[in-house]
């Protein structure tokens, strides 16, 4: 069973730094490329932030470019997500989620987590 | 940058009718990087459509999806209770990769 798990959320004051962690089990971690996708109170869906199987490709919506940093260790079968300079509008829940495609990117999140609220306020 | 216009913003709905969901792209996509996605409260967001009318597994024949170019559409016949969530149609191109449009929530009447 595909389990992804995320941790690391919280209060933060804006202009701080947080990192958030997604532990994922049961299927071959090293073979997906995995995404970060959140969701604003009231608001919908916006991808974040994705990394290829590799850490060959990595991309970024304009709203975090410069700001986060997306990393993974296959080792670890972890995803990671460095938030620094946090700004109000940054405050979301945020999911990690599995791409479909085996050993490259595709269109498609088969799998997500429950999300950890992040909370950027002063 | 394409953008996805989702419609209606809201839709109300009785368990046994028939839904019909539209996404609307901003210019020409390819239908293989189309798909859907259903999201209740306090869950994951689930994957309902890939490739514009491929089910993703375990999803139920009542769910369906069509479309091409720049018109998209997901229907749900028979309305069960657990149809009732927010839908997003999603978008798979080159800047920014991923776009979301900005969902139609369906609700019971």
């Known amino acids: 069973e595909v389990q992804l798990v995320e941790s690391g959320g919280g209060l933060v004051q804006p202009g701080r730094s947080l990192r958030l962690s997604c532990a994922a089990s049961?299927?071959?971690?090293?073979?997906?490329?995995m995404h970060w996708v959140r969701q604003a109170p009231g608001k919908g869906l916006e991808w974040v932030s994705g990394?290829?199987?590799?850490?060959?490709?990595?991309g970024y919506a304009d709203s975090v470019k410069g700001r986060f940093t997306i990393s993974r260790d296959n080792a670890k079968n972890s995803l990671h997500l460095q938030m620094n300079s946090l700004r109000t509008e940054d405050t979301a829940l945020y999911y990690c989620?599995?791409?479909?495609?085996?050993?490259?990117?595709?269109?498609?999140?088969?799998?997500w987590g429950q999300g950890i609220l992040v909370t950027v306020s002063a | 940058e394409i953008v996805l216009t989702q419609s209606p913003g809201t839709l109300s709905l009785s368990p046994g009718d028939r839904a019909t969901l539209s996404c609307r792209a901003s210019?020409?996509?390819?239908?293989?990087?189309l798909g859907w996605y259903q999201h209740k409260p306090g869950q994951a967001p689930r994957l309902l459509i890939y490739?514009?009318?491929i089910r993703a597994t375990g999803i139920p024949d009542r769910f369906s999806g069509s479309g091409s170019g720049t018109d998209f559409t997901l229907t749900i016949t028979r309305l069960e209770p657990e149809d009732f969530a927010v839908y997003y149609c999603q978008h798979f191109g080159n800047s920014p990769p991923y776009t979301f449009g900005q969902g139609t929530k369906l609700e019971i009447k």
């Open positions: 990394i290829s199987w590799n850490s060959g490709w990595i």
């Open positions: 989620a599995k791409d479909m495609g085996l050993g490259e990117l595709s269109p498609d999140f088969d799998f």
């Open positions: 049961g299927f071959a971690f090293n073979d997906y490329a």
């Open positions: 210019q020409s996509v390819s239908g293989s990087a």
């Open positions: 490739g514009a009318s």
